[in-house]
């Protein structure tokens, strides 16, 4: 079997958080993307076996709904270097422009700004496999909120069409969340069956006003603490 | 990019439960693997957006707890068959012995036979992508439980090391359940680490005598239903 790159996608319980490891099979160096801090010994633990040592520990953007565990994985990874959007306004040890490629061993992950869930939102692509870890921007048949944290409809509209679907159909998207046990999307599925983001820009306005979604739980605790840790 | 096959992981909340699909990207045709009755709209809803036609709906087992949706489907997708291992005494359309295969266009699943969790547990192998679905018989540095339904520790050990552990290192497993937000594995993982399996047969079968688990809740209903809709 040719196995290209090593690739875990785990899910934490609590806040329906996707987090998703890569590993180069050569070097073993490795990223994780979206480490929660409930699931940060499972998957410190994991890493280790696999026998990969972490590189980066990349956040899509400054979540409200849950801690990163970045700074954590430092304690067990003390080289990993944790990483964040430039335009996130949160402290990382590393800032990503849009269009900026981040590698370990033969992992390359492309940074593609993504803003309108967050403004410093980054959706990453590892173009050699086909996939994409979306973050908030687009979730499976559905989209992060745009009503706090300089949340924009409009940008988040104009950063899915024209940063995510236009990658190629057969491209995997991976989310940021799920809450009904899906894992996966694809390009192609999104443009046709998005419930929110294959409709017209304005029925996506209208849609997005009248969502009437609770306050997150976590968003006191969350938000400061990455802002500091992301 | 090559896609050789269409895959697609979903969960099931209730009882923690792994379906799968596969589906061939030429003719169409696809099967599903443990699928869930509270989950079977949000399934056939997928596999019709995925334009995919269902030709079998697999179980790996009779499952203790939660009802199989195999016959559910059948409303959606009236030519497909279901499908059970000839141990397993319950009702299918079709039954597998060990070693047969399953085709669905460019899908080939080899059954094995792993019982130990219940007598007619299959693990579905398809070689060309390097998966097996392993249902009860192995779950990530776990297993499935000895203590009911025909189960016996010792008949477990030696499927699981047999027709499992003799698989290709780098064949990725996919379990009928997680409980702890993990999505796979690899053979080369749990030979080495699965808590229970990677020991000895004489602490494995100390191990599992020592469970102390809890009567299922919902074995009453589950297993009778499943008898019949498996």
Chains 1, 2 share one sequence.
Not at 3 to 25: A, K, M, N, V
Not at 140 to 157: A, E, M, N, P, S
Not at 185 to 207: C, G, I, P, W
Request: hydrophobic share 35%; aromatic share 8%.
């Amino acid at each position: 079997m040719n196995r290209p790159i090593l690739f875990r996608q785990l899910f934490e319980h609590l806040s329906s958080t996707y987090t998703y490891i890569l590993g180069c099979p050569i070097t073993k160096l490795a990223v994780i993307i979206d480490p929660v801090i409930e699931t940060a010994d499972r998957d410190s633990e994991l890493i280790k076996e696999l026998g990969l040592t972490l590189t980066y520990g990349l956040n899509t953007h400054v979540h409200a709904d849950h801690k990163t565990s970045t700074g954590e994985l430092k304690k067990h990874f003390p080289k990993m270097q944790s990483i964040l959007s430039e335009k996130s306004g949160a402290r990382a040890d590393k800032y990503v422009a849009h269009g900026e490629k981040i590698k370990a061993g033969n992992i390359e992950l492309e940074a593609r700004a993504t803003p309108g869930h967050t403004n410093g939102c980054v959706t990453y692509v590892n173009h050699a496999q086909g996939m994409a870890f979306t973050g908030d921007a687009l979730l499976i048949r559905k989209c992060g909120r745009t009503d706090f944290q300089q949340g924009d409809v409009h940008l988040l509209y104009k950063s899915v069409h024209e940063q995510i679907f236009s990658l190629p159909d057969d491209y995997i998207l991976y989310p940021g969340h799920d809450y009904t046990g899906q894992t996966c999307t694809s390009v192609a599925e999104e443009k046709k069956f998005n419930k929110r983001l294959a409709k017209s820009e304005e029925e996506f306005v209208q849609l997005m006003k009248n969502l009437n979604l609770p306050y997150p739980e976590q968003i006191e605790k969350a938000v400061p603490y990455n802002m500091r840790c992301g």
